[in-house]
């Protein structure tokens, strides 16, 4: 915050540091975020939950996002988000264990991928039911 010198202007920029910092933006960040800022806690809690990369929860230890968005959609996205949610969690949730965590979110600027999810912060490309399922047990998961 003191880099960009408390401006009000920076708030993307320091909710995306916040959170490579803690992990997760937490209530109490956000309203000390707010208050530096000296913007309205609204202000800075509608921004954190607008963009889809950041999270107001602790995530798991591997995090999955699938895109949802139309040209991911039509590709075969959901038939992706089943199979990942079949073998770990719902979307907006991470398994008790702590180790995966799924989202699903809309475009994600990467179309020609489709479909697309982002997985521990890297795209992958033209994703199947089969090759989420390889990753997952890659990863150890039953
Ligand atoms: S719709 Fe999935 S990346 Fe654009």
Redesign the pocket.
């Known amino acids: 915050m003191s880099r960009h010198h408390y401006s009000g202007d920076a708030l993307i920029e320091v909710l995306h540091t916040a959170q490579e910092l803690y992990g997760f933006l937490s209530p109490g960040l956000l309203k000390s975020i707010a208050r530096k800022l000296r913007l309205p806690p609204s202000r800075v809690l509608g921004v954190a939950t607008f963009y889809h990369f950041f999270s107001l929860k602790p995530k798991g230890e591997h995090t999955f996002v699938v895109?949802l968005?139309?040209?991911?959609?039509v590709a075969g996205?959901p038939n992706v988000l089943t199979a990942l949610e079949h073998r770990s969690t719902k979307a907006g949730t991470t398994t008790a264990d702590g180790k995966v965590s799924v989202d699903g979110a809309r475009?994600?600027?990467?179309?020609g991928?489709?479909?697309?999810v982002i997985y521990n912060g890297r795209i992958l490309a033209r994703v199947t039911p089969e090759s989420i399922s390889k990753e997952l047990d890659r990863i150890g998961v039953e």
């Open positions: 895109c968005g139309t040209a991911c959609y996205a475009c994600i600027g990467s179309c991928l489709a479909p697309a």
